[in-house]
T-cell receptor, first 113, second 113 residues
Framework: KAGVTQTPRYLIKTRGQQVTLSCSPI?????VSWYQQTPGQGLQFLFE???????NKGNFPGRFSGRQFSNSRSEMNVSTLELGDSALYLC????????????FGPGTRLTVL | GENVEQHPSTLSVQEGDSAVIKCTYS??????FPWYKQELGKRPQLIID?????GEKKDQRIAVTLNKTAKHFSLHITETQPEDSAVYFC????????????FGAGTRLFVKA
């Protein structure tokens, strides 16, 4: 099976702009979770989607949003970018039926200038 | 809110020695505890996991223990090798109406040859 893919791999934006990141899960996986990774902070949970529904959300402001399509592909959007949004954004997919291994994508490196 | 504390943040050992990483979680509803290894520039990958109904699990040189009463879980790596050098993340997953995985801040392990 093909692994989790994310596009784009790198992005440079300026403050105030918005950005959309994309994640394609492993075929057959219905759960997609998004994480923000910054040095020293580990992976911060953003949200989890399953069958086009957001089931869980982390403690991020409303500028961070996401959605999932019927083919399980997911997008996350960050509006009104701030310098502190610079990070590696990782998505991970799993079957979604029971707690289990999450398979991570390579991430999107976002730099906000 | 949910929190996972991980110690130490940095660990340096001699090749062949053992390494121990400890984590504490706050939400008693957590029922799944994975450990991920992230090498430099790569995506996190699962190395071992344990569910809340099990106290200990071993896979070759790696073992994980869980103390639900104390909300502690630990990773033990024996006979460390230079290729074990990486950042290790513990996590606690809650599965109530979906999945929410909270990660620790990570431990950077250096194995000196």
């Amino acid at each position: 099976k093909a692994g989790v893919t994310q596009t784009p791999r790198y992005l440079i934006k300026t403050r105030g702009q918005q950005v959309t990141l994309s994640c394609s899960p492993i075929s057959g996986h219905r759960s997609v979770s998004w994480y923000q990774q910054t040095p020293g902070q580990g992976l911060q949970f953003l949200f989890e989607y399953f069958s086009e529904t957001q089931r869980n959300k982390g403690n991020f402001p409303g500028r961070f949003s996401g959605r999932q399509f019927s083919n399980s592909r997911s997008e996350m959007n960050v509006s009104t970018l701030e310098l502190g949004d610079s990070a590696l954004y990782l998505c991970a997919s799993s079957s979604g039926t029971i707690s289990g291994e999450q398979f991570f994508g390579p991430g999107t490196r976002l730099t906000v200038l | 809110g949910e929190n996972v504390e991980q110690h130490p943040s940095t660990l340096s050992v001699q090749e062949g020695d053992s390494a121990v990483i400890k984590c504490t979680y706050s939400d008693s509803a957590s029922n799944y505890f994975p450990w991920y290894k992230q090498e430099l520039g790569k995506r996190p990958q699962l190395i071992i996991d344990i569910r809340s109904n099990v106290g200990e699990k071993k896979d070759q040189r790696i073992a994980v223990t869980l103390n639900k009463t104390a909300k502690h879980f630990s990773l033990h790596i024996t006979e460390t090798q230079p290729e074990d050098s990486a950042v290790y993340f513990c996590a606690a997953s809650i599965s109530t109406g979906g999945f929410k995985t909270i990660f620790g801040a990570g431990t950077r392990l250096f194995v000196k040859a």
